[in-house]
């Protein structure tokens, strides 16, 4: 045997169970900002305010039907590896994450400026995607949609796995990322629908230059949002002049 392979024994696994749900509530601290994740054990965690900025592909399923196994690779590993790239490149990012063919990163914006840097943030995911689709269409393949889903809120983080094993991660748990996912998943679907939707919270925070990129649409089961499809200009310039 190899790999993280260990036979389950149901009573330490009990035992675990009870040492989770007999940690004290203070071992939970309220905190203006997510620290790192090195500050996170098995048996603490941190209640805080952050931004989410979820990324999904619009009909990842109609790939498979148009392209075989290895153009799919190709296409979601560039994908993957530059929206990742983008979502990295704020200096307030806590996490990033791959969950499919969906990308997300949590951001530390304490303070209201900072609400307008992750929001250029998407605006270059969304330019991002012009360029992703220059190529595709260089190499005959399919033209990518997508949905970004942007928004600021409480959020619980843990590290959640298996204590004393590799198999651990941060998890985020709350409505900022419900509510992100959830606006993503709404994004860029139909005629007319813009491809980033950002919460009411969210938009509350954002200079009036920012807020005048984006226009409210009411949604029904989520509330008013806001779409637009802001973009870098210099980067829009560059890929449009593109041979």
């Given amino acids: 045997m190899d790999g993280n392979y260990r036979p389950y024994d149901w009573t330490a696994s009990s035992a675990r169970i009870k040492a989770i749900l007999d940690q004290p509530a203070g071992a939970y601290e309220e905190v203006d900002g997510l620290p790192d994740r090195d500050k996170l054990t098995f048996a603490n965690g941190f209640y805080g305010m952050c931004s989410a900025i979820f990324i999904d592909i619009r009909d990842s399923s109609g790939l498979t039907s148009k392209h075989k196994r290895p153009v799919l690779a190709k296409i979601y590993r560039s994908f993957i590896s530059e929206m990742v790239a983008v979502l990295n490149s704020d200096s307030y990012v806590r996490e990033v994450n791959i969950v499919g063919d969906c990308v997300w990163a949590s951001?530390?914006?304490?303070?209201?400026?900072?609400?307008?840097?992750?929001?250029?943030?998407?605006?270059?995911?969304?330019?991002?995607?012009?360029?992703?689709?220059?190529?595709?269409?260089?190499?005959?393949?399919?033209?990518?949609?997508?949905?970004?889903?942007?928004?600021?809120?409480?959020?619980?983080?843990?590290?959640?796995?298996?204590?004393?094993?590799?198999?651990?991660?941060?998890?985020?748990?709350?409505?900022?990322?419900?509510?992100?996912?959830?606006?993503?998943?709404?994004?860029?679907?139909?005629?007319?629908?813009?491809?980033?939707?950002?919460?009411?919270?969210?938009?509350?925070?954002?200079?009036?230059?920012?807020?005048?990129?984006?226009?409210?649409?009411?949604?029904?089961?989520?509330?008013?949002?806001?779409?637009?499809?802001?973009?870098?200009?210099?980067?829009?310039?560059?890929?449009?002049?593109?041979?």
Avoid: C
Avoid at 108 to 135: E, Y
Avoid at 173 to 187: E, I, P, Q, S, T
């Fill in 107 to 243: 951001y530390k914006t304490t303070q209201v400026n900072h609400i307008d840097d992750v929001f250029a943030i998407a605006a270059q995911a969304s330019t991002l995607l012009k360029l992703l689709n220059h190529h595709y269409e260089k190499a005959g393949i399919t033209q990518l949609g997508i949905g970004i889903g942007v928004e600021y809120g409480r959020v619980l983080m843990i590290k959640a796995g298996y204590s004393g094993s590799t198999i651990n991660d941060v998890v985020y748990m709350g409505d900022v990322v419900n509510r992100a996912a959830h606006l993503a998943h709404l994004a860029g679907r139909g005629w007319g629908s813009n491809p980033i939707f950002v919460g009411d919270v969210f938009y509350s925070n954002l200079n009036d230059n920012n807020q005048g990129l984006l226009r409210p649409q009411w949604t029904s089961g989520i509330g008013t949002v806001y779409q637009g499809n802001p973009i870098i200009p210099a980067m829009d310039e560059w890929i449009s002049a593109l041979g």
